[in-house]
């Protein structure tokens, strides 16, 4: 596994989550609205407990995922703050924080570091030659 390929998938791994999250909440919002409708209507001409009993369901199921998702993140994180701990240039670290785990744009990488996006982009090449290097010598990552 090269650098890149980690700092992606934790990427993509943190862009799940968020998307999870968003999903769970909705459900929550239409599962409460149908609660208090149904809570507020004494005489109720419908009532389809199936359908709410799916509504929980899938609820359930989605925490489930976005709870292994979460796990699966933070293995991938302590593996990624391992490897950056051990850069020799703290502009590496930072550089790579910024744009693969907080999710900043070059822009805002930049101005972050107090540089040029350019330079920015400069420092990414080297500190993920740096990783690579460092990942090279460590069996969790060999393939």
């Known amino acids: 596994m090269r650098a890149i390929e ?12 968020i998307r ?7 459900i929550r919002e239409r599962a409460e609205s149908i609660r208090s409708w149904a809570d507020g209507d004494k005489v109720q001409t419908w009532h389809d407990p199936d359908k709410i009993g799916r509504v ?5 199921d989605m925490e489930d995922e976005r709870n292994d998702l979460i796990i699966e993140a933070v293995d991938r994180m302590n593996d990624i ?6 850069l020799d240039n703290p502009d590496y670290s930072l550089v790579l924080q910024y744009k693969y785990i907080r999710g900043y744009t070059w822009k805002q990488t930049a101005c972050r570091m107090y540089c040029t996006s350019r330079w920015a982009q400069i420092l990414k ?3 993920l030659r740096a990783m690579d290097e460092r990942m090279r010598h460590d069996s969790r990552f060999l393939e």
Request: hydrophobic residues 35%.
């Open 81 to 86: 703050e391992e490897l950056l701990r051990e």
């Open 6 to 17: 980690l700092l992606e998938e934790y990427e993509k791994l943190r862009k799940q989550i």
């Open 125 to 127: 090449g080297r500190a």
């Open 20 to 26: 999870l999250d968003s999903q769970i909440d909705e």
């Open 56 to 60: 929980i369901a899938k609820l359930s």
